[in-house]
């Protein structure tokens, strides 16, 4: 028999709140698979994963840098409002008080 453990969430408690950045709709989310041919079905699903390279570009717009290293902690799902903070050249991204992403800009 196999032992098997249970590994806790990674996602980081965000207690503070931001800045609302974003809410990425369904709808939103679908365009972009199809724009970039990303038709994963983690996109196209009734309750959607935002993908990693629209929240790069949506970063890129926000801040007028083409220069921007992320890290992606946790998913970031459609239609639920997604806070920034900002300290220096590190922005941390969350959504429902989980650390989603992290981004330096270089």
């Known amino acids: 028999m196999m032992n ?3 590994k806790e969430s990674a996602a980081e408690i965000i207690k503070e709140e931001g800045t609302l950045w974003r809410n990425f709709s369904k ?3 679908a365009d972009f ?3 970039t041919g990303d038709t ?3 996109h196209l699903t009734e309750n959607p994963v935002v993908q990693g390279l629209l929240i790069l570009k949506e970063l890129c717009d926000t801040t007028k840098s083409n220069n921007i290293e992320v890290k992606y902690v946790h998913p ?3 239609e639920n409002p997604v806070y920034i903070k900002r300290d220096g050249n590190t922005i941390i991204g969350y959504s429902g008080q ?3 992403f992290q981004a330096a800009l270089l």
């Open 33 to 35: 698979s199809h724009l």
């Open 76 to 78: 970031v799902y459609g």
């Open 40 to 42: 994963n079905s983690i």
């Open 4 to 6: 098997v453990t249970v």
């Open 27 to 29: 709808q939103e989310i």
């Open 98 to 100: 989980a650390l989603c």
